[in-house]
């Protein structure tokens, strides 16, 4: 099956630097790609995602790329602000199958 | 729209003791998951259900019992407890199609002495 591994598992950056998370996947068919933030107590919530046949998305101060040749794909983060602090979550689906195989997740610390 | 909703909040359990995790969803989707989050370890799918009557094994099943008799309710029974099954667990919904986005429920935490 799937394996989808993400690192690094902590990051602290100072408030206004840019984050980066990265995730490798295993099954070359997984074409969805999805990105969630979870907020202490709080269940996990998509912020972005990606398919197979897009090389990158953006949203105000957040965007994803996916080499799909390297099966890896990564979150950027720009402009941090201390709200952004909480844990990350990629995941990694395939047509037909619509489980989601999630990271190990990043922890994110902005320190003001 | 509550959207997805898990109760109990918190639940501490003796080893061999049942219960059940209970999840409901207002936004009239078809799928239903589970899953179990453990630290270090992201979120692994327990049991899923693409519709009413419907339900399947995910990646971690063991120990684990699911029904769907409705669209909007999809519990979650735990058999005999066990100490490894102390987790918190989130149940989640979306539209039909891959790709649909998946909405969480606050998470039930389980502890099993």
């Known amino acids: 099956g799937e394996n989808v591994e993400q690192h690094p598992s902590t990051l602290s950056v100072q408030e206004g630097d840019s984050a980066v998370i990265k995730c490798t996947y295993s099954?070359?068919?997984?074409?969805?790609f999805p990105w969630y933030k979870q907020e202490l107590g709080k269940g996990p919530q998509l912020i972005i995602d990606?398919?197979?046949?897009?090389g990158e998305k953006k949203d105000q101060r957040i965007a994803v790329t996916l080499n799909k040749t390297a099966k890896h794909f990564s979150l950027h983060i720009t402009e941090t602000q201390p709200e952004d602090s909480a844990v990350y979550f990629c995941a990694a689906s395939k047509t037909g199958r619509r489980a989601l195989t999630f990271g190990s997740g990043t922890r994110l610390q902005v320190q003001p | 729209n509550a959207g997805v909703t898990q109760t109990p909040k918190f639940q501490v359990l003796k080893t061999g003791q049942s219960m059940t995790l209970q999840c409901a969803q207002d936004m009239n989707h078809e799928y239903m998951s589970w899953y179990r989050q453990d630290p270090g370890m992201g979120l692994r799918l327990i049991h899923y259900s693409v519709g009413a009557g419907i339900t399947d094994q995910g990646e971690v099943p063991n120990g684990y019992n699911v029904s769907r008799s409705t669209t909007e309710d999809f519990p979650l029974r735990l058999l005999s407890a066990a100490p490894s099954q102390t987790s918190v667990y989130f149940c989640?919904?979306?539209?039909?199609?891959?790709?649909?986005?998946?909405?969480f429920g606050p998470g039930t935490r389980l502890t099993v002495t």
């Open positions: 989640a919904s979306s539209l039909p199609g891959q790709g649909a986005e998946q909405y």
């Open positions: 099954d070359s068919a997984s074409n969805y």
């Open positions: 990606i398919r197979s046949n897009v």
